[in-house]
């Protein structure tokens, strides 16, 4: 599994894009990149999911690099109901079981 | 569609007892994964169960151990509990077993709050 690299804190203004950075850069080729995120007490929330194009959901946008060693996820209008821990998961078909590995996180605080 | 339902939300014990946690995923979802989360190690694999056969599991001693039922409820028991086994145990379902689909994205309860004293 890729071994992913995040900042541990990020501020954000309440309106404001959010730009969440992910360093993957052992990701194997067929290693998807995950992002999820966890509101306090809650289980983590999936967000968006990406291989080597840039995806846009109802939630967020993906942009991963060409070479796919980094990607940042983009909040494009930051709520404070958005204040969570956000979290760049390798996954990988690894004989045809998943497995996936969180690392710390990012902890965003959307300030008003 | 419910969701991944976990039961209890929350549970203390004593060391040395044992604790059977409960998972019923969402209908449908034939794979169920389980974690521990601490505040100091974040959230961890513990093991993922497919068509009632363990197909992976992560770096935890023999005393966490888990099943999955022939409708993909699963329960995680573990036994001989240690202060350190206190945290926030996570069920996340998902439609299929590994593979790179779409198919694969792991939906979570909202946990067990485990405290052992």
């Known amino acids: 599994d890729a071994k992913t690299t995040q900042p541990p804190s990020m501020d954000c203004a309440e309106g404001r894009a959010a730009n969440l950075p992910c360093n993957h850069s052992?990701?194997?080729?067929?290693?998807?990149v995950y992002w999820y995120r966890q509101i306090h007490s809650q289980g983590p929330q999936y967000i968006i999911h990406g291989l080597k194009n840039n995806e846009t959901n109802e939630m967020a946008s993906l942009i991963i690099t060409e070479d796919r060693k980094s990607s940042t996820l983009i909040l494009p209008h930051a709520t404070l109901r958005d204040t969570a821990v956000y979290y760049c998961?390798?996954?990988?078909?690894?004989?045809?079981?998943?497995?996936?590995?969180f690392g710390i996180g990012t902890k965003l605080q959307v300030i008003p | 569609k419910a969701g991944v339902t976990q039961t209890p939300r929350y549970l203390i014990k004593t060391r040395g007892q044992q604790v059977t946690l409960s998972c019923s995923p969402i209908?449908?979802?034939?794979?169920v994964s389980w974690y521990q989360q601490t505040p100091g190690q974040g959230l961890q694999f513990l093991f993922e169960y497919f068509s009632e056969t363990q197909r992976n599991k992560g770096n935890f001693p023999g005393r966490f151990s888990g099943r999955q039922f022939s409708n993909s409820r699963s329960e995680m028991n573990v036994s001989t509990l240690e202060l350190g086994d206190s945290a926030l145990y996570l069920c996340a379902s998902s439609l299929d077993r590994g593979g790179i689909s779409a198919k694969n994205i792991q939906y979570f309860g909202a946990g067990t709050r485990l405290s052992v004293l």
């Open positions: 998961i390798g996954r990988s078909n690894s004989g045809g079981y998943q497995k996936v590995t």
């Open positions: 052992t990701i194997s080729g067929n290693e998807y």
């Open positions: 209908s449908g979802h034939r794979s």
